[in-house]
C-alpha cells in the first residue's frame, strides 16, 4: 500500500525558510515514475495546489504564489521529495500535504486535488509577521 509522510513543517518568522520532506513507500514501480504534489490547507480555506513534480520528464509547476520562493526536487535514493521554501510569508500558513496519483506514468492537472488518490497526513507550516 502506497504511504507517504510529510516532515518538516514548524513556526518560522517571515522572510525565514522551511524544507518539508514528503518519504513514500509502497509503490509497485520506481519511485519516480509516480509524479508527487504538495497541497496546502489554511483554515477555513479550500485545499490549494503548491507544487508539483512530474514522473515523466521530471518537470516542475508551481503556484503563482510561490513561484521564486518555493522549489520541488525529488531524491530517488531516498524515495523522498523535497520542498524547499524561502522567503517565508505569514499567508503561506497552512498544513501542507504531499500527495501522489498512485499510478505511474500518468498525466495529470497537477493543481486540481481530485487527480490525486494518496495523501499524506500533513505537516503544519506557522509564519509569524
Known amino acids: 500500500e502506497v504511504q507517504l509522510v510529510e516532515s518538516g513543517g514548524g513556526l518560522v518568522q517571515t522572510g525565514g525558510s522551511l524544507r518539508l520532506s514528503c518519504a513514500a513507500s509502497?509503490?509497485?514501480?520506481?519511485?519516480?515514475?509516480?509524479?508527487i504534489g504538495w497541497f496546502r490547507q489554511a483554515p477555513g480555506k479550500e485545499r490549494e495546489g503548491v507544487s508539483c513534480?512530474?514522473?515523466?520528464?521530471?518537470?516542475?509547476y508551481y503556484a503563482d504564489s510561490v513561484k521564486g520562493r518555493f522549489t520541488i526536487s525529488r531524491d530517488k535514493a531516498k524515495n523522498t521529495v523535497y520542498l524547499q521554501m524561502n522567503s517565508l510569508k505569514p499567508e503561506d500558513t497552512a498544513a501542507y500535504y504531499c500527495?501522489?496519483?498512485?499510478?505511474?506514468?500518468?498525466?495529470?492537472?497537477?493543481?486540481?486535488?481530485?487527480?490525486?488518490?494518496?495523501w499524506g497526513q500533513g505537516t503544519q507550516v506557522t509564519v509569524s509577521s
Open positions: 509502497g509503490f509497485t514501480f520506481a519511485f519516480d515514475d509516480y509524479a
Open positions: 500527495a501522489t496519483p498512485g499510478v505511474p506514468e500518468t498525466r495529470v492537472v497537477w493543481y486540481d486535488p481530485r487527480e490525486y488518490e494518496y
Open positions: 513534480i512530474s514522473s515523466s520528464d521530471a518537470s516542475t
